[in-house]
């Protein structure tokens, strides 16, 4: 039995019919097409499913759709502005802190959560934001750099 | 060479990252296909036995199960394998691990699909398993694989090290352990497959080698070769794993059989339980060197686990060996590697091929023996390091780019300031802190057996130029390094080019992305075909331009007079003409490296054309009452020969370094426990320090532009320097990857750092 749920995705409200057992992340992706949020793991220890639901950030594996009935989120697909790249993307950018990109839209989006709360964190502050995402590809230090940059 | 026109050791914007950042490429997983049916394995559960029954009846009943696949469903051949062909796709009547793929379901969905694998009854008659690599070489041992349990040995031989050993002033002999490793890429395996209008068989999958998938699909299946295209999606990264064929045959199989589009996306857990792992191996080493520190001798005995299937164990079997001299001239040497089946989970490649595992005991070796002669670990070190005109283990005269000095040298006021200030500042009562050094060598391409990559360019009509290669990029950033060389060649920006990567529809072979082969290799390959393409458009402005061809170069799309700049024809001229006149603007690049075959008895030959050579130093603090090891820094100097796209080959080596700290604090895969990231444990961005890369450009001069490779280098010196740095910190050693608490902890106790009285 299907329930229907109401969301803002992305500033754009959707009204959606979901099963009671699917998670956040399996109607981003296969309901919405919302494939920048990814799955790598299913039980909330990798992070890439990271999207922000009212604010904060959670493991939308570990989020089940009716739970997101009324909210508001905000996935990778939402960063870019009118004017272009969000100042996190423009970081990571300038920083050289992508190589694969399957972990990218979950520190992308851990980033902006600790940002909007502390603009300006410390090394510290930035690896524990993000310790809840794994990256094995980069060693994590252009993508500390490029998050502590931003309203530097 | 061309003119280098700045494209060459500037790190332009990298292909594909501003999708990365909108979250835009498609991964396998992410492919939209017109009601797919989804794969599901059923993996053995037993870790040897033979398979006397498989009922399917039951599954098949399941609600939306459309199909249920099995060894006999294997149109052709059901072996698989890049170097021996032993895995089954689907097993043919025995498991020889748990995670071998007993059958496949294709369903309408998920919740069907594993519902009615677990419905599938297998009726096993349990076998004898064997688990250890050295009871596995016993006579009454249970075979593995009916041609018995040694799959192969590699040997090296040099001079006369037992005889060289009496001479010496000090001999130092240690048994090393490894631990079996999980690759951890971020993107678990997935495909997805559809047939083309033409009835193709289409497969996307998440590869680093689409070329070596092709030839696999076309002996399973026994179609022609054009019959299969493989195209590589984006993919999260690799390590080694992804060039097993981990899920594009079973997408394949289904495809051959239903012909309706297909998926297979593994979780973490079949990731885990379902591809290669790193290899474990057990390593005796003796090591003598004379007063001054000059290594005079060493033997190695070396047993490597390959669990159920080679795999790349034969690879690893004879990487490990090769490189167990350490980036040394040694000149009485005597290795042997064996690689053993077993019933564990079959291993792979990673990161290194067993060099990794290599360089922990050596470079172990090193310091036990600086520290008996009361020598300084850096000295030691320098006092042997490999130089031009010197003779490796094989025999192989280095006469090209030998940059292990330079590293060394560029560590050394890293390494002098960490011992006379950092070493010595105030801690926690608990806290000890060490300074540690690890060195290394390692081979580009694959060892003493052809590898080469080919490539194509062409320009159409109008100009326009468009790169064809096969190489694979995972994420470390080959398709921008080999758009920045065509680029260089060619005298035009590289976003002026159409780069056509990893579909074997349009590309041709350019081999594994492994071995850190590509930027060397395929590199060649593109240079090579861009030269040719140069020198038609050279010849033919010499035509246009009546100019000489020495007179003449390529600048932002002309063909221009040096002397004159303004003297020029733009390439879309020289292209219509040429297509008037029906000269052909495609043409093809090739490159393989020189090598010679090995010895099967001595090991002698030439097994790479180059070598990259590298130095970190870790400095770690130890808590000597929990074994807690926290890394303080790390710095890390590789010679690269010519770094293409710095800030790329300083990603992969802090990506390197990450991966070498998993490999010495934390990283082990238990066959029976481990199930998910909770249980095997990576470098989270709290684990990490800072880590201050040094490239060093040794030139070599088979190198497009001088580069060789990082990829695998940038792991393997971590391990040994942070564990070199614990045991300067705890005066104790340990002999068994990983360092985690419990082995630290346990030689904190055994050197009697781990007292109550410095509580007090």
């Not at chain 2, 793929?101 to 599938?120: D, F, G």
């Not at chain 2, 690799?238 to 593994?266: E, W």
């Amino acid at each position: 039995m299907k329930k229907l749920i109401q969301m803002t995705i992305n500033d754009t409200d959707c009204e959606i019919a979901v099963r009671p057992n699917q998670t956040l992340a399996d109607v981003l992706r296969q309901e919405l097409g919302l494939t920048g949020t990814k799955k790598g793991c299913e039980v909330g220890e990798c992070g890439t499913c990271t999207v922000i639901l009212n604010g904060k950030p959670v493991n939308s594996c570990l989020v089940l759709a009716v739970q997101a009935d009324g909210c508001s989120i905000l996935t990778i697909e939402g960063m870019q502005t009118d004017e272009g790249l969000h100042p996190i993307q423009e970081a990571f950018i300038d920083k050289g802190a992508i190589q694969c990109g399957f972990c990218t839209s979950g520190m992308i989006l851990s980033a902006k959560s600790l940002l909007d709360q502390n603009p300006h964190p410390d090394d510290k502050e930035v690896r524990t934001a993000i310790s809840g995402n794994l990256c094995r590809c980069t060693g994590y230090q252009k993508i500390v750099e490029a998050i502590k940059g931003v309203n530097e | 060479m061309k003119s280098n026109n700045g494209m060459i050791g500037k790190s332009i914007p990298r292909i594909g990252a501003i999708e990365r950042l909108l979250g835009k490429p498609l991964f396998s997983a992410d492919m939209e296909l017109d009601h797919p049916l989804v794969l599901k394995v059923l993996p053995s559960d037993r870790h040897h036995a033979r398979i006397l029954d498989i009922d399917t009846a039951e599954a098949a009943r399941v609600e939306g199960v459309v199909e249920i696949f099995t060894a006999e469903d294997i149109p052709r051949n059901h072996l698989t394998g890049i170097i021996n062909k032993d895995r089954p796709l689907l097993a043919k009547n025995k498991v020889r691990s748990k995670g071998d793929a007993v059958a496949l379901v294709a369903a309408l969905n998920i919740h069907a699909a594993e519902t009615a694998a677990k419905k599938i009854h297998v009726v096993y008659e349990d076998l004898p398993s064997v688990h250890d690599p050295e009871e596995a070489l016993k006579n009454h041992a249970s075979k593995v694989h009916e041609k018995g349990n040694l799959l192969f040995t590699r040997k090296i031989k040099k001079g006369n090290p037992e005889k060289a050993f009496e001479a010496c002033a000090v001999v130092v002999e240690k048994t090393y352990r490894t631990s079996f490793l999980e690759h951890t890429y971020l993107e678990p395996d997935a495909g997805a497959g559809y047939l083309d209008p033409d009835g193709n068989l289409v497969i996307i999958a998440s590869t680093q080698n689409p070329h070596y998938d092709h030839s696999e699909l076309v002996s399973l299946l026994g179609v022609a070769p054009e019959k299969v295209r493989i195209v590589q999606a984006a993919t999260g990264g690799g390590f080694g794993s992804k060039l097993d064929l981990n899920v594009q045959g079973f997408i394949g199989l289904a495809l051959y059989h239903l012909k309706r589009p297909v998926m297979c996306t593994f979780t973490r857990e079949e990731t885990y339980r379902m591809t290669a792992k790193r290899h474990p191996l057990k390593m005796v080493f003796k090591t003598g060197a004379d007063e001054n520190g000059h290594l005079m001798a060493m033997t190695a005995k070396m047993i490597c686990d390959t669990g159920a299937y080679g795999s790349y164990g034969l690879a690893v079997a004879s990487r490990a060996p090769v490189h167990a001299t350490g980036p040394y001239e040694i000149d009485h040497v005597d290795v042997e590697c064996r690689c053993v089946y077993t019933n564990n989970p079959f291993a792979g490649a990673m990161r290194g091929f067993g060099v990794p595992q290599a360089a922990f005991a050596h470079e172990s070796q090193m310091d036990l023996l600086a520290e008996a002669l009361g020598m300084d670990p850096l000295e030691i070190r320098r006092v042997n390091a490999l130089k031009a005109g010197h003779k490796t283990a094989t025999g192989q005269l280095l006469n090209g780019s030998v940059g292990i000095d330079q590293c060394l040298e560029a560590v050394k006021p890293h390494y002098e300031n960490a011992l006379k200030t950092w070493l010595h500042g105030e801690t926690d009562f608990a806290k000890q802190r060490g300074v540690g050094l690890g060195a290394m060598w390692y081979g580009i391409g694959n060892t003493g057996v052809q590898n080469p990559s080919t490539a194509h360019i062409e320009m159409d009509g109008e100009g326009r130029i468009t790169l064809y290669t096969g190489c694979a990029d995972i994420g470390q950033g080959s398709t921008t390094v080999l758009s920045q060389i065509a680029a260089a060649v060619l005298g035009i920006s590289p976003d002026m080019l159409c780069m056509v990567v990893g579909d074997t529809a349009f590309t041709s072979n350019a081999g594994a992305t492994s071995a850190s082969r590509q930027t060397y290799i395929s590199g060649n390959a593109v240079k090579n075909a861009a030269e040719k393409l140069a020198d038609v458009l050279l010849t033919e402005g010499v035509d246009l331009l009546k100019r000489p061809k020495t007179d003449l170069m390529l600048e932002n799309g002309f063909v221009v007079y040096k002397k004159d700049p303004d003297h020029r024809m733009p390439f879309s001229k020289i292209a219509a003409r040429a297509a008037k006149r029906g000269i052909p603007l495609r043409w093809q690049g090739y490159f393989d490296p020189e090598t010679v075959p090995l010895d099967p008895e001595t090991g002698e030959g030439v097994p790479y054309a180059t070598y990259a050579f590298a130095c970190h130093v870790a400095l770690v603090t130890v808590d000597v009452l929990t074994g807690e090891v926290t890394v303080h820094k790390i710095i890390a100097a590789h010679d690269v020969g010519r770094a293409i796209h710095p800030a790329s080959v300083e990603g992969q080596i802090r990506g390197g370094a990450a991966m070498g700290v998993g490999f010495a604090l934390m990283e082990e895969y238990d066959p029976s426990t481990t199930r998910s990231l909770k249980d095997y444990h990576i470098p989270t961005a709290m684990d990490m320090p800072e880590i201050i890369p040094i490239i060093i450009e040794s030139s070599e001069p088979t190198g497009p532009f001088g580069a060789k490779g990082v990829g695998e280098p940038a792991l393997i010196p971590t391990a040994p320097a942070v564990i070199n740095g614990i045991t300067n910190a705890v005066s104790a050693r340990i002999y068994h990857l990983p360092a985690n608490l419990e082995r630290v902890l346990e030689a904190s106790i055994q050197s009697g750092k781990f007292t109550m009285k410095e509580v007090a």
